[in-house]
């Protein structure tokens, strides 16, 4: 069954239609973890070795059509302002550890440091395969944002087109290094560097803070120290950095609310499309949806009518909470 990609046109960004997706595998008890290695006496997983560090495969529910006869011919039934196409890509799974009750929190400095290189060499592998454009490498973890397996696992999309935010992204960055000759993240982060009111962890290759502007009321931005455009660029320094930053600033979240903090994680970085893009800066973000223990923040009318966020936190407190120092008084 393909995916298909319909345009918006009032809008103005694809939409991919991948109706076969309904009937993947929903939270199956911990016995049945396609992702668990496979064991002895009960059916092959998707693993079938006896244990592995980190592993890749194809998704077997994926959005994209990894075909890439899918759809041939069929340019779309475009009529007026209709348009579809066929959604040619590739998805695959990261399992980042073997040990089904981990998270990327509990997971060892080596063992982040071995998921970054693997990180990096799909970057690689699959931005230079023909028609993809852009590699997102993202997490969806904790029930509360729709994960359908527990098993510690990332995904990776390899898009056929720039996706919008990051077009958005990107066309800022590039408005800005024109203006300016600088570079909008590297400007940010020494700003953030030396404010330091929302700063979270500081290494000597990251630095991880609340945004500015944050949405999510424990939203954090994670920026190389140097001006990197992508994984591709990534030497040892940044392997070891990346993943020290990642096992503090996932390890504050844990223990912010004693639980194990729900997140989107998705990775920022320069598109495989073959052009340059002078004014990006790799970056990681990460969403939580909590905004308090027990609360839960929607995306309700006005951030999916309006498209504004409404955040009910200030992201100097979260930051200081996040630092570990005792919330201050909420501002009126
Ligand atoms: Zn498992
Ligand atoms: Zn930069
Ligand atoms: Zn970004």
């Known amino acids: 069954m393909s995916s298909r990609l319909r ?12 109706a076969h997706r309904l009937s993947r595998t929903f939270l199956p008890p911990r016995k049945w973890c396609p992702l668990c290695p496979t064991r002895a006496g009960l059916p ?19 959005s994209f059509d990894t075909r890439t006869e899918a759809g041939a011919g069929a340019a779309g039934e475009a009529s007026g302002l209709y348009r ?128 500015y502007a944050a949405r999510w009321s424990y939203e954090v931005h994670v920026y190389s120290r140097r001006h990197l455009a992508s994984l591709a660029e990534f030497g040892p320094a940044e392997r070891a950095g990346l993943a020290a930053i990642l096992k503090e600033v996932t390890g504050r979240y844990d223990r912010l609310f ?15 499309d073959g052009r340059k893009h002078p004014g990006y800066h790799f970056h990681l973000e990460f969403y939580p949806p909590l905004r308090a223990r027990d609360k839960l923040k929607y995306l309700a009318g006005c951030e999916s009518g309006a498209g504004t966020f409404i955040n009910d936190t200030w992201p100097e407190e979260s930051a200081a909470q996040l630092r570990g120092s005792k919330a201050g008084k909420r501002r009126p």
């Open 7 to 18: 345009w918006d046109p009032v809008l103005e960004e694809w939409v991919v239609i991948a």
């Open 44 to 62: 092959a997983t998707e693993l079938t070795e006896p244990d592995y560090q980190v592993a890749v495969f194809e998704n077997r529910w994926p």
């Open 84 to 211: 579809e196409r066929p959604a040619r890509g590739i998805c695959e799974v990261v399992c980042y550890t073997s040990d089904h009750d981990r998270t990327l929190a509990g997971l060892s400095r080596r063992q982040l440091e071995r998921l970054v290189e693997v990180w990096q060499d799909r970057y690689l592998c699959l931005g230079s395969k023909p028609g993809i454009k852009y590699v997102f490498i993202f997490e969806n973890k904790g029930e509360p944002v729709g994960v359908t397996l527990h098993h510690p696992h990332g995904q990776i999309y390899a898009f056929p087109y720039l996706p919008p935010r990051i077009k958005r992204e990107l066309d800022s960055a590039r408005r800005y290094h024109r203006r300016t000759g600088q570079c909008l993240f590297c400007e940010t982060l020494a700003r953030e560097l030396a404010d330091g009111r929302r700063l979270v962890a500081v290494n000597d290759t990251f630095a991880a803070f609340v945004p």
């Open 258 to 272: 004693d639980l194990s903090f729900p997140y989107m994680m998705v990775f920022h970085q320069a598109p495989t």
